[in-house]
């Protein structure tokens, strides 16, 4: 095949553009010492439509949470995802503060390789991040001020296989990596003229995992999903610049990331009604070690609860448009995995959506809308309002068939 | 769409015109937004940003030894100014030759020589007398730096001149034009004038303008009258050498024996005199630091040697209060023995300027303090460099005579750096 030289950069600058996802956050919380950031929803952008997405059984859209239903998919598949997140927020002094970051969070490659057998795939996808400039007076006239900004991601390579018609399961290795930045400087008073000191930190994290996904179909409207990551030892490479030596001696440290659980159940009274139930969970309080002590006791146990619902598009080849369209809305919930003024931080809001045909049940574009709420000042240093809004492409073509024979 | 496409050609390529342009508005939109900057907030419970690397530091540390170097053999070949004159015990005198003299085939006339004044350092009184000599051997431009120098009696007196000594014009003293007719005929003869007090005013050193100032117009010039085609036309040159050499010959106490038992430190110039300190805390600064910036700050006391009189009547108010750091790279303990780091001499980032500002020597410039941080105080925790101590002199110590005294126990050295704890995770 005779591959255009557009489709490289462009691929080039996709797989960039998803790298930079991982210096990207979208909220007044997630900064404390020995952070990674703020979990990242693992959802496709139909999962973030209608709150779940363990348990989503589908033959075109890639489940970007649960690989083992791949196995589902018969045909090549592609998908990316482009999110705009923003939030509002209110320290109960200040109540305009604003925060957005647009970024392009993951994409996957399926390839079938016996047909609703087995299948191959990968993907890259983030998993914390944040940003975010803090700024306090340490001594008469000067001010600290730290950038601090990235996250942790993953690519993943799994093999999906379903064993019986109704069970299926995933086995995947995933390389982590990530970096994140801290950028600080003293500023002084205009006053006085003086020069800012400045150095830079860069925590480079890379390390192996696994994951281990299964889904089962008691019935055919049923589907009761899992994902399972046991804990994760990755390598935190720490390099400093500065003006000093000492200082800019790399050090590497062992960082433990909690191990993941995923489950969902979805159930479909009709072949164009949905109705999902999902729930993560991470304990950020117990597992996350750095160098085998637990990182701080301002970290939670993160969980999100997701429930929604889903109404499919026709069947039928010639219908009116609005026929042709999903429509998803959903409900979620969950705790941050760390605290905020010693409290846990909650989340909730809805979330709803559609997707657009461009081929019919070959292609579409997955429109998403959360909008939610952050924090409560009762309990919490802020609360924010947030807005997340985005799309996911997928795609799905027929490869290695000649035609012309 | 063709079979074998892929989805980016489908995306980018193969939709619909409008939806292909509200991906790119998409996608340029994302970029955009992604540039944006952050404003800051207050540091959370949860981030302790005053201990998440380490702390900010602001000391001051104290010199155990200080003293300070005289060199009564500057090198004047840069000297902005020619100095005669005699002034508490200082003397000056200097050494002019002129070259590139009119060949001897053209008749001249009425020689004279013109110097403009810079200014005087004293308290001018009375008359003032110098005496203009031929100079009978070979000098150079650093003859300030050679004892013979130091002792010269120059035999064959050109002239004597009487000024007013609060008299700040332009002079212009006859020569004896068979002289420079001798210099004509025969150059190697041509070792050119000295020009030194007569007697001892006392009061004044009265400075002229060298041949090393920017502007040629008020370099020292032989005016003369050439014959050309049987009339006489006015002609000149300044194209020449000169060098002054400045001497302390005290006729009562020593005014630098007296700040050394006064505990004093003394800054000089003409006659260079070097503060030296060194600061034993320096070592023990934590290596894992980063330094923002140092000052190093002393006290100018106005008060006169020996009298201690308000108002220092040694301070040359003609001098630049600028001055210099240099570190020193090896030293004894008590500093009689040490070595200059030379790095100076090869890059501006080694060269730290001092000016006295609101009574107080002290580093010109935020920039200089940084530069100053960064190159001594961070390169000696780095191990890149050794600092045995400080070594302060006048930016400009050849073109004039100044002393100023420095209270010795004013002297610190103020550093302010980040001393990184933790690498932050």
Known sequence: ?405 | MTKKSGLIKFIFFNMKGNMKKLLLFLLLAILWISCQDLNSIQAPKEFDLKNHFGQYVDTTLYPDKVTFQINERENTINGLDLCVGTYKGFRAGFLLKFVALPSIDKEIDSVSLRLKSFSQFGQPTGMQTIEVYEVDQPWKEDANTEDTWHTYQPQNLLGTYTFETTDTLTFTFPIDTAVVNRWRREDSLNYGLYIQPAGDNGSVIREFLSLENNDPTVFPRLFFKVKNDSVFVKDSLALGNDATIFDYMPQGENIFDWAKNQGDLVIGSGIGVHPLLHFPGLDSLPKNSIVQGANLILRVKDQNFITNEEKNTYDNANSSDLFYIRNLSEANTDLTVFKLDSSFTTSSNFNYQMQQQEGNLQLLSEAEQTKFGENVVQNLLNGNKKSKGFYLRYEDEVSRLSFKRLDASSIKLNIRYFRMDNPGL
């Open chain 1, 1 to 405: 095949m005779k591959i255009n030289k557009k489709y490289i950069w462009l691929s080039i600058l996709v797989f960039t553009l998803s790298w930079e996802s991982t210096f990207a956050g979208q909220s007044l919380f997630g900064i404390s010492n020995k952070s990674l950031g703020l979990v990242r929803s693992s959802f496709s952008g139909t999962g973030l439509a209608r709150s779940f997405e363990t348990a989503a059984g589908d033959t075109l859209q890639i489940n970007y949470s649960n690989y083992a239903l791949w196995s589902d998919l018969s045909r090549p598949s592609y998908s990316v995802k482009i999110n705009y997140a923003a939030a509002f927020g209110d320290d109960g002094v200040t109540h305009n503060y604003f925060n957005d970051i647009a970024d392009f969070s993951g994409g996957y490659l399926v390839i079938p390789i016996m047909k609703r057998k087995l299948v191959l795939g990968m993907g890259l996808q983030p998993v914390t991040s944040m940003e975010q400039r803090i700024a306090d007076s340490v001594h008469t006239n000067v001010k600290e001020d730290l950038l601090i900004r990235g996250g942790l991601s993953r690519v993943s390579l799994n093999i999906s296989y379903k064993v019986l018609s109704n069970f299926g399961i995933g086995l995947g290795y995933e390389y982590n990596f990530g970096k994140i930045l801290n950028q600080f400087h003293l500023d002084y008073s205009s006053a006085t003229e003086m020069i800012p000191l400045k150095f830079k930190y860069e925590y480079r994290f890379y390390g192996n995992g696994l994951v281990v996904s299964t889904f089962y179909k008691p019935f055919r409207n049923f589907i009761v999903g899992a994902v399972y990551r046991p804990v994760t030892t990755i390598n935190a490479r720490i390099q400093a610049e500065s003006s000093s030596a000492e200082v800019n001696k790399s050090q590497l440290k062992k960082i433990s990331l909690p191990a993941q659980y995923s489950f969902g159940i979805s159930y479909s009274p009709t072949d164009r009604f949905a109705f999902g139930l999902d729930l993560q969970y991470q304990d950020w309080q117990n597992e996350y070690k750095i160098n085998d002590q637990l990182a701080g006791d301002h970290f939670q146990k993160y969980y999100r609860l997701g429930f929604g619902v889903e109404r499919r598009q026709s069947k039928k080849l010639f219908t009116k448009f609005t026929e042709e369209l999903d429509y998803r809305f959903g409900l979620f919930y969950g705790r941050l995995n760390q605290n905020s003024n010693g409290n846990p931080i909650k989340e909730y809001g809805v979330s709803c959506g559609l997707s657009v045909p461009i081929q019919r049940f070959r292609s579409h574009v997955d429109l998403f809308l959360n909008i939610g709420r952050r924090g409560d000042l009762d309990q919490n240093a802020y609360q924010e309002t947030f807005i997340n809004v985005g799309l996911s492409i997928s795609a799905s073509e027929i490869w290695f068939v000649n035609y012309e024979d």
